[in-house]
């Protein structure tokens, strides 16, 4: 597994990164007990990987505080998150203090090494400046969290206005952003800015719904098409993307899409979920792999360089 720096925050960090959320949230959302979800954590920190992410929505914070049950705290960097956002307000900045101290009890650590403002959308980003951004960095300065990060609501945000801003103000010192085969954008938007400020990059939906069903790939091409973002560099027929697994050398598409996103130049970590170990494994095992072929890569960007408002769902 290999390890790269994580911006300025000088972590040394897997380029895999296990994520607690998503569908299936370690395994607990789909039947996996908590012993069982806990011990795929103590598995991907044997595969060597160290970066582990969670957020206090997610609910498996006391799962992994589990799964790490004596791996020592500096091996591993933990990341998680607060939603600054509740019932159609924003949280006050005691609220905010209570949720990193709830998570700190949860995770049974007495700090996190990267906290961050979970689904910051635009709309509420000058009050994030002004309230919560302060009491963030109170709280770097007391040693309570390591690194500040913002995450940003991709499935709203495709064409990613709110990091847009951020990442010129230069708060973050880490950021979390949406990338993967159908939406590129975050290249020129965000990847390269943040590499200019010297501020760690975390993707996310790197692999969704429309690289593992093909009814739903077929819809997100056709709408593309129809509307003339879609440029020039598929196949035709039922495969349009084919080739990137035909001439990439990767056994399905997720595959393809992990190595997309993991030598993508400017990305540090690139996050996964799951509940299942053989799918851990498999995913460790994508993200090892070599980069896609020069030829497949530049077909990519030909067909969806113009992309920006898909997500990939």
């Known amino acids: 597994m290999d390890r790269v720096v994580l911006g300025r925050t000088g972590l ?14 370690l395994g607990l ?22 970066f582990i992410d969670t957020a206090e929505s997610y609910g498996t914070e006391e799962t992994i505080r589990e799964g790490l049950r004596g791996v020592p705290r500096d091996a591993v960097v933990l990341s998680t998150k607060k939603s600054a956002w509740k019932n159609g307000g924003p949280v006050t900045a005691a609220e905010l203090v209570a949720g990193l101290e709830a998570s700190l009890t949860r995770l049974g650590t ?29 709280l770097k300065r007391q040693g309570k969290i390591r690194w500040i990060g913002v995450t940003e609501s991709f499935e709203k945000d495709r064409g ?19 990338f993967n085969i159908l939406n590129p ?16 990059t975390l993707a996310m939906f ?15 091409l056709a709408d593309l098409q129809d509307r003339g ?9 039922d495969d349009p993307l084919g080739f990137v697994t035909r001439e990439g050398g990767a056994a399905s598409l997720a595959e393809a899409a992990y190595r997309f996103c993991r030598h993508e130049p400017g990305i540090h970590v690139t996050l996964f979920g799951t509940g299942d170990t053989g799918h851990l494994e498999a995913n460790v095992r994508s993200l090892s792999g070599p980069p896609l072929p020069a030829l497949v890569l530049d077909r990519l960007r030909s067909a969806f360089g113009a992309v920006d408002d898909v997500s990939g769902q």
Not at 34 to 44: G, Y
Not at 163 to 173: N, V
Not at 231 to 237: A, I, R, S
Request: hydrophobic share 45%; aromatic share 4%.
């Open 12 to 25: 040394s960090v897997s380029v895999a990164g296990l994520g607690g959320g998503g569908f299936s949230q």
């Open 29 to 50: 959302s789909t039947g996996k007990t908590p012993a069982e979800a806990a011990a795929l954590v103590r598995r991907a920190v044997e595969l060597r990987v160290n």
């Open 110 to 138: 007495d700090h996190v090494d990267v906290y961050h403002l979970h689904g910051l959308s635009p709309g509420a980003y000058d009050h994030a400046v002004a309230e919560w951004v302060p009491t963030l960095q109170r």
């Open 160 to 178: 990613h206005a709110m990091l847009a801003r951020a990442i010129p103000d230069g708060w973050p010192d880490v950021v979390m952003v949406g």
């Open 185 to 200: 954008s975050a290249r020129e938007r965000v990847l390269a800015p943040a590499a200019a400020k010297g501020i760690g």
């Open 206 to 220: 790197v692999v969704r719904t429309a690289f593992s069903r093909p009814a739903r790939l077929t819809e997100i």
């Open 229 to 237: 973002i879609l440029g020039p560099g598929l196949d035709p027929g």
